[in-house]
């Protein structure tokens, strides 16, 4: 540093000779001129693209079906200007006030997330049923407290949560990743300035190393979690870091960018804005995301950026700085806030993922997009300006030192305001049990009552007299008795039962099956009326407390064995008896899964090995491709899972795979055509394929209604029919293709009447909308394990060369007398 002059400058009076070594240093070091202070009106016009973006996808208007990438966008442009103004301030003062830069990001961000905050908690107490209170009060806590985004991408893998509406405050991911880096990235770069301690190249150096080093292993980072775990990487802050650590960049070069040639700056902005355009209208749900296709919207942003220092009206400027585009980029953070609180609102008020339809009207988002207009600007006009301008008044009253430490004051008290708000939340909600406890708790409830509950309660003529013959196609369950079924095709007996003849009547019915004059024909008798079921509007004394019953579910072991949904893994589900001789399997998606509860069970007492390999809203297709909502991970996943999944099944070696799946808003001839492919190839390994029909899937969630009509139970059932109409897409038409094919239908125990009760024996059937609680699971393992035996015996026969083991039923080469006496 010889040569250099250390009189100080008018500014630089008051520092020390030693401060003002570090000063210069610092200056050399960064080699960056000071952050300009004016307005530049390109970021702000790239601001309102981002929320534009954002809110078109949420509302459901797929114009720009890369919508969600404007999250992207707002990161690359936090990433520059917290990057600037910390090189600018160790520019202008050789040291970073680590303090000062967090009470500045306190009073930008926090009073206006509070208030939003405090907003969703009252949409939720006016539009969100009483089960999801506590639910949301945690997911309050986690946003107020800024690490919401790992508690979404736990949730995002539970495949329990499918079916469950999204959260209010599911938006505050991308502000907790960003809060996450300003707590670190501040302290990253006064250490390197510590280190450097004035010595110009090692803090030029370090900071440019320090950004390559973690934007290059954030993009490794992302690019891995996303091929494996793309649900969790979507949310999390390593998968994140580049697309910030890519506006730090930017930041770092702001020396060179102003001397860029005028026409080649205005051609990379250009490229930058149409790359930023190119990601909006060709990234879709379908694509992998973050990982590489990510880069596409971040380093467009970060082009658009470094065009403004130079390329002027020549630039996207032109574009940018358009009124609507300025006035909408003011209020973009406002916007952001209060737009999903009301999204989520319609989405409950349209019932979406309870019954109704499984993303939300694109009329109902776009109405309540318009309305959080509203109150975003009211809270830009009269919190977020007012406490910013607040600030800077503070700073000329009483100085820095003492407005910082009353603006972390404040972020503190907003952090703590809003956690306060999520508890409230939360003590209001009806008292729930740990899922954990509830799960490990209910397999044993039905053991544990001392009278019978759920469908043990029921008449043994409704469940398996006059209906019994019905629980299977193509194979008569021994002794079973004939029934007509009317139109069914699931309920009915196909050609070659195991007597040998057509399927059309039981060795019990006493009716000829040879043509002839003589026979005369028996008059029909008159149809008895259908008998309903008596549903007391009083509830009683249930065997799993109201509240509890959505977390009535399966336990999978080993934990997390069961995929969720976006997920490509494989996992593999164990029960009943881990060195049974029998090995049955279960494959489908959670509606083949939910019948663990009861195959564990019957799997110990019988000596069965039960193995599960299951996904989310993924069926047990060979083949299929379909749209499953509008999540930005799309659902190829359950494409690229049907082939390994299968492998994996093989692996266990099972002698029969019962096969189930729910609706999906797919052809039903294109779904059964993907099923008969799958039962064709278990057939061609020598494995016995049996469906269990899907159960009735009711308009609603089952527990919800019960608690808003605690009085009116009567209020809460369903038509049948119309229930089985919503249930198990395709299977109709799959026994339609394959006749021979055994399908289990226990649905007379789910539901016997024409209308369907939402309590039976004291126990709630339905823990949401289409999955049967564990509980009522459990009931029905008796009646399961005598549906199921007779195929585990079948599986074993040995058979003729040449014969598969559906073939030769369907052939008559083998008998009902071998099937029962195998069975004792």
């Known amino acids: 540093m010889s040569g250099v002059s250390l009189d100080p400058t008018p500014q630089e009076a008051l520092v020390s000779r030693a401060r003002l070594r570090a000063l210069r240093a ?180 370090g900071s440019w190393s320090l950004t390559i080093v973690l934007l290059l292993a954030s993009i490794w980072i992302s690019i891995w979690w996303t091929g494996t775990y793309a649900a969790q990487a979507y949310f999390v802050t390593p998968a994140r870091v580049f697309e910030l650590m890519l506006g730090a960049v930017v930041a770092l070069g702001a020396r060179g960018w102003p001397s860029i040639p005028r026409l080649l700056s205005a051609i990379l902005g250009w490229l930058g804005l149409a790359m930023i355009v190119a990601a909006l209208l060709v990234i879709d749900k379908h694509t992998p995301f973050p990982g590489t296709a990510a880069l596409l ?79 975003a600007w009211l809270s830009f006009r009269y919190v977020e300006e007012p406490v910013r301008a607040r600030g800077r008044l503070l700073q000329r009253q009483v100085g820095p030192g003492v407005t910082t430490r009353r603006t972390l004051r404040l972020g503190v008290n907003c952090t703590l305001a809003g956690g306060l708000l999520g508890l409230l939340l939360m003590t209001l909600a009806p008292p729930t049990a740990s899922s954990s406890a509830t799960a490990w708790r209910t397999p044993t409830v039905v053991e544990d009552a001392r009278e019978p509950v759920g469908a043990s309660t029921l008449p043994d003529d409704l469940i398996k007299g006059e209906t019994d013959g019905g629980t299977v196609t193509g194979v008569e369950d021994p002794g079973a008795r004939p029934q007509d079924h009317g139109d069914d095709p699931l309920a009915t007996t196909g050609p070659g039962g195991p007597d040998g003849t057509d399927g059309t009547a039981g060795p019990d019915s006493g009716q000829s099956t040879a043509p002839g004059p003589t026979a005369a024909p028996e008059p029909e008798p008159e149809p008895e009326p259908e008998p309903e079921p008596d549903i007391p509007d009083q509830l009683g004394q249930l065997a799993v407390p109201l509240e509890q019953v959505a977390e009535d579910r399966p336990v999978s072991q080993p934990e997390r064995c069961f995929v969720g949904l976006n997920e490509t893994r494989v996992g593999v589900c164990r ?206 393992a008796d009646l399961l394990e005598e549906k199921v035996s007779p195929w585990v015996a079948l599986a074993a026969l040995p058979l003729p060369a040449g014969q598969d083991l559906v073939g030769g039923v369907e052939l008559g080469l083998i008998g009902s007398d071998r099937l029962v006496d195998d069975r004792r």
Request: a neutral charge; charged letters at 20%.
């Open 26 to 205: 610092a200056r050399h070091a960064l080699q960056v001129p000071p952050v300009p202070r004016d307005f530049r009106s390109d970021i702000e016009g790239m601001r309102a693209i981002a929320v534009i973006g954002v809110l078109l996808w949420h509302a459901g208007v797929m114009v720009l079906p890369g919508g969600f990438v404007g999250v992207d966008v707002f990161f690359v442009l936090s990433g520059f200007l917290m990057t600037a103004l910390l090189l600018e301030e160790s520019r202008a003062r050789g040291r970073i006030d680590i303090p000062r830069f967090y009470a500045r990001r306190a009073r930008r961000l926090l009073p206006a997330a509070l208030t939003a905050l405090a907003g969703t908690v009252v949409l939720t107490l006016l539009f969100m049923p009483r089960t999801r209170w506590g639910e949301i009060g945690l997911d309050i806590v986690s946003a107020a407290t800024y690490w919401v985004n790992w508690r979404m991408s736990a949730k995002a893998v539970d495949y329990l949560d499918v079916s469950r509406a999204p959260s209010p405050v599911q938006h505050y991911w991308s502000l907790a990743v960003e809060e996450q880096f300003y707590v670190l990235w501040p302290l990253l770069l006064l250490g390197l300035l510590v280190l450097a301690r004035g010595r110009a190249g090692i803090f030029r150096v």
């Open 575 to 780: 029960a009943g008896d881990p060195d049974g001789e029998v090995t049955i399997g279960l494959f489908g998606d959670s509606h083949a899964g939910m019948w663990i509860t009861a195959l564990d069970e019957i799997g110990r007492d019988r000596g069965w090995r039960i193995v599960l390999v299951g996904r989310s809203s993924c069926p047990p297709t060979a083949g299929l491709a379909f749209d499953r909502g509008r999540g930005p991970q799309g659902y190829q996943q359950c494409v690229e899972y049907q082939a390994p999944s299968f492998r994996a099944l093989l692996n266990e070696q099972p002698d029969l795979v019962l096969l189930s799946s729910a609706f999906y808003d797919a052809p039903a001839q294109d779904v059964a055509t993907a099923l008969s492919r799958r039962v064709d190839m278990l057939r061609a390994e020598g494995i016995l394929p049996v469906v269990i029909r899907d159960v009735p899937r009711a308009p609603f969630d089952v527990p919800e209604c019960l608690l808003d009509h605690p009085d009116r139970a009567s209020e809460c059932a369903f038509d049948r029919e119309a229930a089985l109409a919503r249930a198990g897409t395709g299977q109709l038409e799959l026994a339609a293709m394959r006749p021979g094919l055994p399908l289990l239908d226990l649905n007379d125990a789910v539901c016997p009447y024409s209308t369907c009760a939402p309590v039976v024996g004291g126990v709630v059937v339905w823990r949401d909308n289409n999955h049967l609680s564990a509980t009522y699971i459990r009931s029905l």
């Open 297 to 375: 919207p971040t380093v467009g942003t970060a082009l658009v950026i470094i065009a403004g220092y130079r390329a002027g009206s020549w630039g996207p400027d032109v574009v940018l700085r358009l009124g609507l585009l300025q006035w909408v980029g003011r209020i973009s953070y406002s916007l952001y806030l209060w737009h999903w609180p009301f999204v989520a609102a319609a989405a409950s008020l349209a019932s979406v993922g309870r019954g109704g339809p499984e993303t939300l009207p694109v009329h109902w988002g776009v109405l309540a997009v318009l309305i959080s207009v509203i109150p």
